[in-house]
């Protein structure tokens, strides 16, 4: 029933731009967090941006801040990613997460109880 769907992804030079999007079936979606994670080949899932209920509060890696910015729609549940100044470090695959408790610590991967299956972004040298 739960379902989070990503879209957005592919291959873009360095320097360029994406947008990533989740499309969340979440039944507390407007008071969940809702996060980004990147994992890139033989590498954690690390953290990317997380944005709260309300759509103010976000938080970015260190990686990331001031290139990634994330929102949401909670009319929609979407959830969006936009990604500035890319870099060839950022390849990855992302996924979108949501927590609809908002439990613990916002920043790690087992607080969120649901899943999307991930998006491929590769950013070329």
């Known amino acids: 029933q739960v379902q989070l769907v990503e879209s957005g992804g592919g291959l873009v030079q ?71 100044n890319l870099k060839p470090e950022d390849t990855a695959v992302y996924y979108c997460a949501a927590d609809p408790l908002s439990t613990g610590d916002a920043r790690q991967a087992s607080v969120y109880d649901y899943w999307g299956l991930g998006t491929q972004v590769t950013v070329s040298s």
Do not use: H
């Open 14 to 84: 360095s320097g360029g731009s994406l947008r990533l999007s989740c499309a969340a079936s979440v039944g507390a979606f407007s008071t969940s967090n809702m996060a980004w994670f990147r994992q890139a080949p033989g590498n954690e899932r690390d953290f990317v941006a997380v944005i709260g209920w309300s759509g103010d509060g976000a938080y970015y890696a260190d990686s990331v801040r001031g290139r990634f910015t994330i929102s949401r729609d909670n009319a929609k549940k979407m959830v969006y990613l936009q990604m500035n």
